[in-house]
Each structure stands twice: as C-alpha cells, then as structure tokens.
C-alpha cells in the first residue's frame, strides 16, 4: 500500500472512531462520509473518487469491521463502482449491494464482491474481537490468578489468534487478485475460510469472557453479531464449498490450492 494510501487509511479509521461513538444512523452521520469520500474510494479520479484498487481498498473494508460501522459504506463503495464501470449513472446517497438496486450488473458479481467484503468485515471483526479477548484475560481473574495464566485460556487466545492471521491473509489475498483479473476463485476460497473463522472465532471469544460477554452493556456483541450474520451473507459455508467443488472438478485440478497457486503466479 502506498504512502499515500496509508494516509487515506489512518484518515478513516479516525473517522470510523467517531462514528462508532455516535449514533451512526441519524443523517449527520453519512454526510460526514459523503463529506470525507469514503464511498468514492474505488472511482476513478476523473470521477471524483481516489483511484484505489482493491488491494488499496481491502483495509479500509476491513476496518468496517474492526469499528463496528453499521452503515452500509462497504456496499455503496462497491455498488458504485459497478455502476462506474457499467456506464451507468451513479445516485447519491446509501446503496445496497443487491441485484434489486443493481439490476444491469450480473449477480454473480455482485455476489462475488459481496462476498470479498464480508470476508474483510470478518477479517476486521474478529482481530476487535481478538483484542478484547486479551484485554480482558488480562484484567480477570479467577481463583486467585488472572484468566490470562490458565493454559486452556492461553491456548483458547492462540487458536483466535491464528483465524485472525488466516482471514486477513485470506482477506488481502483475494484484493490482490480482484486487481489482477482472477478474483472469483481467490474469493471464494477466503469467504469459504472467513465463513468458517467467523463462527470458530464468535465462540472462543464468548467462551473466554463467559457471561459478560453476551451482556448489552459489554461491547463483545457488536463484533460477534457481525460476524455470525456475515456468514450468511454472500454465500454461506455450503454455497461456497460447492462452489469450490464445481470448479475444482471442472478443471480436474486436483484441488482447490492447485488453482489458486496457478491463478497467482498468473
């Protein structure tokens, strides 16, 4: 990512601190996206965005979910670009990723982009998720001794700690690819992977904070509910792995690694 780029970042994720103390629905809200062009990240200059590609775009994506942002910005990104690159006029304001708001784009790639960006809200949500799991391993204690010095806790926080390093791997893997034409394999693989982090993940994190962690008042839900929701969104586990399948059999490929190897050195 360039320099400039990680400006772009850091400029965001300033801006998503501040929306998630707020309430991020009230209409003041999107006017401070609209304000900053976060929605036109993905445009062309010529267009007014900020000439991002993917790979560029993919941890802005992700802090989405590491905020805890609600309001559909991912989805407005994306839907432009797709209206950008179709030739089609761009509406102001929100838009949903569906065939419904976008009916000249082919649904299998609004499905495809979709699900790149759950995977990244994923990626987002469970590294939150991670970091308030060790945080409060930290402060707790239990029988005298902090949650933290249990080894079942210790090994709980390190296999959490791997599905985070996986789906942003997953994550950027699948930008990469989108910008070099070979995306809807890549994506399918680190949706299937995200898909299946997110629910392994949710529940470490539920199981470390015990009850708390399922309390209005203690902010875990903000992430987890994302994330349980997420993996549904865009093709859950089953539309992916079968996704996976056809393709893998289709090329007698021998498996589904051999092609996303062959796809990236393309």
């Known amino acids: 990512m360039s320099e400039q780029m990680n400006m772009i970042v850091d400029s965001l994720d300033r801006l998503f601190v501040d929306l998630a103390a707020r309430d991020q629905q009230m209409p003041e809200s999107w006017q401070m996206i609209e304000d900053m062009g976060v929605c036109d990240l993905l445009l062309d200059e010529t267009e007014g965005g900020m000439g991002a590609g993917w790979a560029d775009a993919e941890p802005a994506l992700r802090l989405l979910g590491f905020?805890?942002?609600?309001?559909?910005?991912g989805e407005t990104m994306i839907a432009r670009r797709l209206l950008s690159q179709a030739g089609l006029p761009i509406p102001s304001g929100p838009l949903p990723l569906s065939t419904?708001?976008?009916?000249?784009?082919?649904?299998?790639?609004?499905?495809?982009?979709?699900?790149f960006l759950r995977t990244a809200q994923i990626a987002g949500a469970l590294s939150a998720a991670l970091d308030m799991t060790i945080e409060y391993a930290k402060i707790r204690s239990q029988f005298g001794r902090e949650l933290r010095k249990f080894q079942a806790i210790q090994q709980q926080i390190a296999v959490l700690s791997e599905e985070v390093a996986a789906i942003a791997s997953a994550s950027a893997?699948?930008?990469?690819?989108?910008d070099k034409g070979s995306g809807?394999?890549?994506i399918a693989c680190a949706k299937l992977r995200a898909n299946q982090a997110a629910g392994a993940g949710a529940l470490i994190a539920h199981q470390v904070h015990g009850a708390i962690g399922i309390t209005a008042e203690y902010s875990l839900h903000r992430f987890t509910n994302g994330l349980w929701q997420w993996r549904s969104d865009f093709g859950n586990d089953r539309y992916w792995a079968e996704w996976i399948g056809r393709r893998v059999l289709a090329e007698d490929a021998g498996t589904p690694w051999s092609i996303l190897t062959k796809e990236s050195l393309a």
């Open 67 to 73: 905020r805890a942002i609600t309001l559909p910005i």
């Open 100 to 115: 419904d708001a976008l009916p000249d784009i082919r649904p299998e790639r609004i499905v495809a982009l979709g699900a």
């Open 184 to 186: 809807p394999f890549a």
């Open 173 to 178: 893997s699948a930008a990469l690819a989108i």
